[in-house]
Nanobody, 121 residues
């Protein structure tokens, strides 16, 4: 019903930058929050950044001041600008969106397939 497709991951040196994008498509009536999670090997998935439909933003303490989340509601797209990257930022980054597919439907959470971010020299 709803598809999320991430792009922008890759290999970057410590101190470098990457910009992730996640586009939502399908049966979308309204998108509520759009979020970025990450999961490193052997660790639990953690919330990195979240942005509500009204523009309220939250960040994990570990990325405050380095990452910026934004969204383009006209394009149903969320972005994650990552600066000053550190090796500990290495993970698979997943996009998540809470979406209602109709005016009477309850919102549900949808996930993208993930994009690998590797920070290494």
């Amino acid at each position: 019903q709803v598809q999320l497709v991430e792009s922008g991951g890759g290999l970057v040196q410590p101190g470098g930058s990457l910009r992730l994008s996640c586009a939502a498509s399908g049966s979308i009536f309204r998108i509520y929050s759009m979020n970025w999670y990450r999961q490193a090997p052997g660790k639990q998935r953690e919330l990195v950044a979240a942005i509500s439909s009204g523009g309220s933003i939250n960040y994990a303490d570990s990325v405050k001041g380095r990452f910026t989340i934004s969204r383009d509601n006209a394009k149903n797209t969320v972005y994650l600008q990552m600066n000053s990257l550190k090796p500990e930022d290495t993970a698979v980054y997943h996009c998540n969106a809470v979406v209602a597919t109709g005016p009477a439907s309850l919102p549900s959470a949808y996930w993208g397939q993930g994009t690998q971010v590797t920070v290494s020299s």
